[in-house]
Every structure is written in structure tokens, then in C-alpha cells.
């Protein structure tokens, strides 16, 4: 498993690096990926970025309808709208492995399309795919950590507040 590293780590600010070639270094750092996110308990994550783990280069992992890495990914195409989540009334609250007990509604596509790759039979192989909902919701997460983006830097543009948790599942704004 891999050390999931916290804010202010710097590493968290910088803009990752395309992924250009598979290696030996690569396949086991996908696999590693996978298995810090699978394992991660206490939060439990949906989401992995790879400069989540000190490692700058456009990679994330989700595990939201079965676990994937996601290689070079980049949205090509969006929804016309942003949303809080399915219910106006009652946000969701985004987390975040590096930012322990901090949650907060982020506005996010409803929707993107996506272009990536994903590795198969040690091979970069090119895919497309909509994301949906949730699901569209974390790939955006994820992308934006691979741009140096936190989910609390929206809470900073649109004036959204930020919310610690100081009990399970009860939270104060900070």
C-alpha cells in the first residue's frame, strides 16, 4: 500500500505529468493504486489520485461501479449545467483523502465526457466514456487533483462553506 499523503504537502498543488510510456514501474504503481484505495478504511475512499500519493503523473483510480484506473484522462465534453448533487435541498458533501475530516458541496457537470486510457495486457489502450451522476462527480474529483485543484479551493471561488467533522457524521462549519 501506498502512504496517502495530506494537506499542505506540496506535491497536492502540482500539475501531473502525462503518462508516455508502460513499464514494469507503471504496472506495479497502478496495481498499488488500486490496492491503497481497495484497503483504505477509515475514511473509506471512492477516489485516488496518483498525487495523492506523491507521485506526479496524470493517474487516478475510482471505485464506484467496480475499481479502475483512469491514464491520461481529459473531459471533452460537458453537461450545460452544474449541480450540488441530485437533491438542491440537501448538497453532497465532498471529502477528500488528503484533507482528513473536511467535507463541503462542490458544484460539479452532471455529466462529462471523457477520454483515457486504461492499461491492458501491459498497453496503454485508448477508451471514451459518459460519467454520470456520482459517478461524474467523482471523475471530476479526481481530474482536478492531476491540475493541483482541491475541492475546498470551489469553496474559496463561490464563497461555499466547509464543514469539519468533529464526531461521526456530525459537523460544524470552520
Known amino acids: 500500500m501506498k502512504k496517502?499523503?495530506?494537506i499542505p504537502h506540496e506535491s497536492l498543488r502540482k500539475v501531473a505529468k502525462d503518462i508516455?510510456?508502460?513499464d514494469k514501474k507503471?504496472?506495479?504503481f497502478v496495481a498499488e493504486l488500486e490496492e491503497t484505495l481497495d484497503k483504505k478504511r477509515n475514511p473509506r475512499g471512492v477516489g485516488l489520485a496518483a498525487p495523492q500519493v506523491d507521485t506526479s503523473i496524470r493517474a487516478f483510480c475510482m471505485n464506484?461501479?467496480?475499481l479502475q484506473t483512469y491514464i491520461?484522462?481529459?473531459i471533452i465534453k460537458t453537461s450545460s449545467k452544474t449541480t450540488f448533487g441530485p437533491d438542491p435541498e440537501d448538497p453532497i458533501m465532498e471529502g477528500c483523502l488528503s484533507m482528513p475530516e473536511l467535507y463541503?458541496?462542490?458544484p460539479?457537470?452532471?455529466w462529462v465526457d471523457a477520454e483515457f486510457q486504461i492499461l491492458e495486457d501491459e498497453k496503454l489502450v485508448n477508451h471514451s466514456a459518459r460519467f454520470e451522476a456520482f459517478e461524474a462527480r467523482v471523475f471530476q474529483h479526481e481530474l482536478d487533483h492531476l491540475d493541483g485543484i482541491l475541492f475546498t479551493d470551489y469553496a474559496l471561488e463561490f464563497d461555499l462553506p466547509v464543514y469539519k467533522e468533529y464526531q461521526k457524521d456530525k459537523f460544524k462549519e470552520v
Open 108 to 110: 460539479r457537470w452532471e
Open 26 to 28: 507503471l504496472i506495479r
Open 64 to 66: 464506484v461501479n467496480g
Open 20 to 22: 508516455t510510456k508502460v
Open 4 to 6: 496517502i499523503i495530506e
Open 104 to 106: 463541503g458541496p462542490v
Open 72 to 74: 491520461n484522462p481529459k
